[in-house]
Nanobody, 121 residues
C-alpha cells in the first residue's frame, strides 16, 4: 500500500504560480512512477504530468512550458510547480502512483485525496 497526501492548492490570480506537493508513505517510493492528474467540474479526470523514478518526464500539451513535475526520492515527495496559471487550469489536482510509466489514469494504483486549485481571471 502507498498513501498519498497532496497539499499546496489554493486560490490564485491568472498569471500567478503555485507549487503542489504530494507526500508518499508506505511502500518504497522509488519503485513507483508518479503522476499528476486533474479534474474540473463536469469533466473527466485528465493527465497532467508524470515522472519516472529516474526523473524522466512527460507532460500534457496544455501544460507544457508552464508546469514542471519533479521528485525528491529521499523525501518521498513529488512536486508540481505551476506558473503562468490560467482560469482553465482550475480543477482538483490528484497525485497518483503506479508501477509503469503511463499517461493513463487506469495505470495508477494509488491516489491521493486531491487538492483544489482555483485560478481567477
Amino acid at each position: 500500500q502507498v498513501q498519498l497526501v497532496e497539499s499546496g492548492g489554493g486560490l490564485v490570480q491568472a498569471g500567478g504560480s503555485l507549487r503542489l506537493s504530494c507526500a508518499a508513505s508506505g511502500r518504497t517510493f522509488n519503485n513507483y512512477f508518479m503522476g499528476w492528474f486533474r479534474q474540473a467540474p463536469g469533466k473527466e479526470r485528465g493527465f497532467v504530468a508524470t515522472i519516472s523514478w529516474s526523473g524522466t518526464t512527460v507532460y500534457a500539451d496544455s501544460v507544457k512550458g508552464r508546469f514542471t513535475i519533479s521528485r525528491e526520492n529521499a523525501k518521498n515527495t513529488v512536486y508540481l510547480q505551476m506558473i503562468s496559471l490560467k482560469p482553465e487550469d482550475t480543477a482538483v489536482y490528484y497525485c497518483a502512483a503506479g508501477p509503469i510509466y503511463s499517461t493513463k489514469k487506469s495505470s495508477y494504483d494509488y491516489w491521493g485525496q486531491g487538492t483544489q486549485v482555483t485560478v481567477s481571471s
